[in-house]
């Protein structure tokens, strides 16, 4: 079993920044992979960023460049740094784990763009 809990979302202006964090109840490196994901009103939830147990990154083409995967083993906790955020970014960002092949999710915490 993996507990996961998310923070650092927020109300950010178009332009700005938030870092979000997962804190996780097992070391991170017992566990495959974990990632980012966001899920925005009426539409289907999809991958943002993910770190395999190894280190190897993944991101989604519409934050490339923008935002950043990273992790802290002595905190069991993965980060996601959000830059040059939009609109368009506004969702749930859940965290996710996967350990010998289970699935593992936040509560999530939303994340809003706006003016």
């Known amino acids: 079993q993996v507990q996961l809990v998310e923070s650092g979302g927020g109300l950010v202006q178009p332009g700005g920044s938030l870092r979000l964090s997962c804190a996780a109840s097992?070391?991170?490196?017992?566990?495959?992979?974990m990632g980012w994901y966001r899920q925005a009103p009426g539409k289907e939830r999809e991958l943002v960023a993910h770190?395999?147990?190894?280190?190897?990154?993944n991101y989604a083409d519409s934050v490339k460049g923008r935002f950043t995967i990273s992790r802290d083993a002595a905190k069991n906790t993965v980060f996601l740094q959000m830059n040059s955020l939009k609109p368009e970014d506004t969702a749930v960002y859940h965290c996710?784990?996967?350990?010998?092949?289970?699935?593992?999710w936040g509560q999530g915490t939303q994340v809003t763009v706006s003016s």
């Open positions: 097992v070391s991170i490196f017992s566990v495959n992979a």
């Open positions: 770190i395999t147990r190894l280190g190897r990154t």
């Open positions: 996710n784990a996967e350990k010998l092949g289970v699935f593992y």
